[in-house]
């Protein structure tokens, strides 16, 4: 999302060094709303409290479900709202961050099996 605002402010404010576009701008600011909306719903219904005789796994289908229906819902409603959108530059930042969602996670489970070694 920090991406998205300085994408934002470099294209409003002409002093980014690299030419970016108020479209690609916005593209990137889009692309970063349908990528953390969706992954904050998941957060909040995963971080619920599990009831006693549970194992949970209802709360994270429900999460994923969620998350699943509010990102069908944030590519409608950019897709409908932004006639101008550049889809290359909105395609390449949601899966760079869809990307990063896997690859954190993944590194440093890594690094903390690494360490008890």
Known sequence: MVL???????????????DVSET??????????VCVI???????????????????????LKGEAGRFALS???FVV???QFRDLNALVFFGVFIALQAFNVIVPLLKA?????RYQ
Request: aromatic share 6%; proline share 3%.
């Open 4 to 18: 998205s605002v300085l994408a934002l402010i470099a294209g409003r404010l002409d002093f980014c060094p690299v």
């Open 24 to 33: 690609a701008a916005l593209s990137v600011a889009a692309a970063g709303a």
């Open 38 to 60: 969706p992954g904050l719903y998941l957060l909040v219904t995963s971080t619920r409290q599990i009831a006693k005789g549970t194992t949970g796994l209802g709360l994270a």
């Open 72 to 74: 069908a819902i944030g």
């Open 78 to 80: 950019v897709f409908v």
């Open 110 to 114: 890594i690094k903390r099996r690494n």
